[in-house]
């Protein structure tokens, strides 16, 4: 696969999961409505994918050494990506109760991601388990710090 097609893909990938969860706990916790978590993944799986695969494509552009086939290519690849994969977290809350729902993507995510990380350390010949738990140590944070303004919305704003 082409670098720039990794880099799309692995940026989509790892954006799309972490974004994802951090929406869904945020928004689980602080209205509890399916709808509201249902429309903020749908949301993110559109816009978050056309603004990152824009950041790839300017990023990409900026550095001037990439052809132009390289450019788009990594465009596509960050957009497909990012909006297929944060479309997977639909299926939780359309098949469980939302607490669960939460639960299980966050297992869900934190599992790929922890893949991805896996397999990214493998291939730059680096200390896999260093490059896993720096990504899901972020990943982790962005969640913590997601419940927290979920619940503090909650508390003061309902």
Known sequence: MKTSTIKGVSFGLTSGIITTLGMMVGLNFSTGSKLVVLGGILTIAIADAFSDALGIHVSEEA?????????WLATLATFLS????????????????LPTAVMVSLVWGLLVLGVISYLMGKDQEVKTYKVVMEHLSIA????VITYFVGSWIAKYFN
Do not use: D, N, Y
């Open 63 to 71: 550095e001037g050494r990439h052809s132009h086939q390289e450019i």
């Open 82 to 97: 990012k909006l297929g994969f944060a479309l997977t977290f639909v299926i939780p809350v359309l098949v469980f109760r």
């Open 140 to 143: 982790l944070l962005v969640i």
